[in-house]
């Protein structure tokens, strides 16, 4: 019903507030900088990572600049912005899919086998891709997701946990 979609509404805009207003932050100053510091043609390429890191999609462009004739990496000022288009692409396919599948399928068994089955193929994407096609594994959702799965997983089968203290301290220690 209309709770599910608000919820789902609410999950974005945390996760937006939590996000955004650094990274325009860390955008703007280094474009400010880089109009001071950088070739014309090295401040246009910053440019185009920060408008792809601003609409979460540095991932995918630096996945297709990738090659024998790309820029160094430490030349790519927003390099690091391709784990957090990752993580946002999976922030709002996942939900959307999860709710899909709890209407077709009601319950945490399903949900979790689900993410179980999730998990294991894009694991077993990334490994097969990466002798291949490595950029690819590397920058793009489907060969990353596993990880982001993995947390997911942790969390529901910690859920049901029930430790003693003294065997949570252990668990955390490991």
Same mark, same amino acid.
């Given at each position: 019903? =209309? ?7 609410? !999950? ?7 996000? *955004?207003?650094?990274?325009?932050? %860390?955008?703007? @100053?280094?474009?400010? *900088? ?18 792809? +890191? ?6 995918i462009k630096f996945w297709r600049e990738s090659g024998y004739f790309d820029a160094a990496s430490h030349d790519k000022w927003?390099?690091?912005? &391709?784990?957090?288009? @990752?993580? &946002?692409?999976?922030?709002? %396919? !996942?939900?959307? =899919? ?5 209407? $077709?399928?009601? =319950? ?14 894009? %694991? !077993?994407?990334? *490994? =097969? $891709? ?6 690819? +594994? ?6 990353? +997701? &596993? ?6 997983? @942790?969390?529901?089968?910690? +859920? ?10 252990? $668990?955390?220690?490991?």
């Open positions: 019903g =209309g709770g599910d979609w608000s919820w789902l509404l609410s !999950f974005y805009l945390a996760r937006a507030r939590r996000i *955004i207003p650094a990274l325009l932050v %860390l955008c703007l @100053v280094l474009l400010a *900088i880089g109009w001071f510091t950088l070739p014309s043609v090295d401040y246009k390429q910053l440019a185009t990572h920060s408008i792809a +890191a601003i609409v979460f999609l540095s991932n927003l390099l690091h912005t &391709w784990s957090l288009s @990752v993580e &946002w692409q999976f922030y709002l %396919l !996942f939900p959307i =899919g999860l709710m899909l599948l709890w209407r $077709l399928f009601p =319950g945490r068994r399903a949900a979790t086998i689900a993410l179980l089955v999730g998990f294991v193929l894009s %694991l !077993f994407l990334s *490994i =097969g $891709l990466t002798p291949h096609q490595p950029s690819a +594994a590397f920058y793009l959702l489907p060969t990353r +997701a &596993w990880e982001l799965f993995a947390g997911v997983l @942790v969390y529901v089968m910690a +859920a049901g946990l029930k430790l003693t203290p003294s065997r949570a301290r252990i $668990l955390e220690a490991a």
